[in-house]
């Protein structure tokens, strides 16, 4: 489904009536072979003499390999698991196929890796166009970008402090007995990583809204904006509401929330239900300013603009897979497009926080460089590059302020 153009969390709608531990196993598959882009059509096309042309069985080769390469403990049943579920597609035409391939991969698994190691898209495990930009963009860190791109991200926590302290909460997550730690002071003031995900139901006060997941490099933006209570903020692309909700943890705001779709914008008010807060949230276009706006100028903007998402890969591996190069001409087009119509909304003194989940500097900086030459009453007061590491996914803020 991911080939054909679905996000993974709209293809693994499928599980949805599937037992929980069935379906965690399928996730855990199809976020691995998802991750691995390029590694498994690397094997098959050593192994096989032409391509599938049936795709549920290609994808069925595709995890039983990534299964077998993670898992070789297990490399019996991975196998005769597999073979039982070919039998069960295209009337079972490919059971010899699949199980010549996975047997030939486990006794040729050296030679064949030692041959992956060549390809760099297998390899590395990225498209090669995006490779490219990596190292043109960051000469001395694009392999721990490209690294931590393909490990699971760290489930990271946000206490709501209103609600609660950190050293209070990491309390009752020990008598539930899970273990944490406090983020860095500079990656986050209320963050704590667990080690070990769970479950939320499994987080102590979840429900009650004392506590929401949120990774660290997402929890800078309220941090940064910092809006004073009171102050009149809007947030202009805001589901699902992570930041919304942290704004408002913060200070009592006055707090407009949009976002274009209907069904993301629900998620926002479930969010802020669950947290017990207020905003105003409305389905709309943030770019079509007149629609939607009632001439009040707002102190305070966050701009958390669609992007590539190029830094939060590894939590949202298909983006590999369904991302395209001209994309990302694409992205910064309606990027610039949606600072021109936002920053007029600015009362003089304001401030705008730009935001992305990008790690593409003609997505960030070299964005904001052009803002500030169309606008020469826009001041930079603060950027930063957050780049995928073990604690934070990739993140890019430009904090700016109104002149006049």
């Known amino acids: 489904m991911v080939r054909a153009g679905k996000s993974l969390s709209e293809a693994l709608l499928v599980l949805a009536d599937e037992p929980a531990v069935a379906r965690s196993a399928a996730q855990d598959v199809a976020y691995g072979v998802l991750r691995r882009y390029g590694w498994g059509e690397f094997i098959l096309g050593r192994l096989m003499s032409k391509p599938l042309t049936h795709p549920e069985t290609q994808a069925l080769l595709l995890g039983a390999l990534y299964r077998l390469d993670t898992r070789p403990d297990s490399s019996p049943m991975v ?10 597609l295209a009337g079972g035409v490919f ?37 490219s930009r990596l190292r043109r963009a960051y000469r001395d860190d694009w392999q721990s970008i490209v690294a931590a791109g393909n490990t699971p991200p760290p489930m990271t926590l946000r206490v709501n402090q209103r609600r609660s302290t950190l050293s209070d909460y990491l309390a ?27 479950a939320v139901d ?39 509401g992570g930041k919304t909700a942290h704004l408002l943890e913060m200070a009592d705001l006055d707090l407009l929330a949009l976002d274009i779709d209907a069904g993301r914008t629900r998620r926002i008010e479930e969010n802020l ?39 939060v890969v590894r939590r949202h591996p298909d983006i590999k897979h369904l991302r395209r190069e001209s994309d990302i001409r694409r992205f910064a087009h309606t990027q610039a497009a949606l600072l021109d119509a936002l920053w007029p909304l600015l009362k003089i003194g304001g401030k705008l926080l730009y935001a992305t989940c990008s790690v593409f500097p003609e997505e960030n900086s070299a964005q904001i460089d052009a803002f500030l030459v169309r606008q020469p009453g826009a001041c930079r007061l603060h950027e930063e590059q957050l780049l995928p590491q073990d604690e934070n996914d990739g993140f890019y803020y430009a904090l700016l302020q109104k002149l006049a």
């Open 273 to 311: 239900q669950r947290l017990n807060l207020q905003a105003t949230v409305t389905v709309a276009d943030c770019s079509d300013v007149q629609r939607w706006w009632d001439g009040r100028p707002f102190d305070a903007i966050l701009a958390d603009v669609p992007c590539s998402a190029s830094g």
């Open 79 to 88: 196998v005769d698991q597999a073979v039982a579920a070919a039998g069960e």
């Open 172 to 198: 009752r997550l020990n008598v539930a007995g899970l273990s944490a730690r406090p983020l860095l002071h500079e990656k986050g003031l209320h963050g704590l990583i667990l080690d070990k995900a769970v």
């Open 202 to 240: 499994a987080l102590p006060g979840f429900f009650e809204g004392i506590v929401s997941v949120q990774d660290a490099g997402a929890q800078r933006a309220a941090e940064l904006l910092a809006p004073e209570a009171g102050a009149r903020v809007l947030d202009a692309c805001a589901a699902p």
């Open 95 to 131: 059971k010899g196929v699949v199980n010549g391939v996975l047997r030939n991969f486990l006794r040729q698994r050296e030679s064949l890796l030692l041959a992956l190691a060549q390809d760099e898209e297998a390899n590395y495990q990225y498209p090669r166009w995006w490779l």
